[in-house]
């Protein structure tokens, strides 16, 4: 049977970045989004990148998420929270230490980007 090539069209580039960072109680905290088309993939985290947990949230009644990879309750909450706030799918991978005093902090420096900078999420 013969090979055949298929060739397809150049499409555009559908996936955007945008990276912003804080400091925290004395702590960089850095920020990534990644913007695909009907999704968004948020990480979180300090010092070296690492991706040490993952959750996946949809938009639904109960804000429903499940964690993917390690357990970071931190990433399936958020997940779940924004999924219903953004109305998409929300990949999140929360990777700094989960404190009273700092978790508080970054969340609401997440939530102050996506006020100011709506579409970027």
Known sequence: ?????????????????????STISERVI?????QLVGQTMIWVGEGDPALTSLAAGVPG????STP????????????GRLAKKLNKQVFVSYNVADDMLTTPQVI??????????????
């Not at 009644?61 to 429903?64: K, Q, R, S």
């Open 1 to 21: 049977m013969p090979v055949t090539e298929t060739s397809f069209p150049p499409s555009p580039c559908n996936i955007k970045i945008h990276n912003f960072s």
């Open 68 to 79: 993917l990879l390690g357990g970071g309750d931190q990433s399936t909450l958020l997940a």
């Open 108 to 121: 609401e420096r997440l939530v102050e980007e996506m006020k100011r900078f709506p579409d970027k999420f």
């Open 61 to 64: 009644p109960g804000m429903p």
């Open 30 to 34: 850095h920020y990534q989004v990644t």
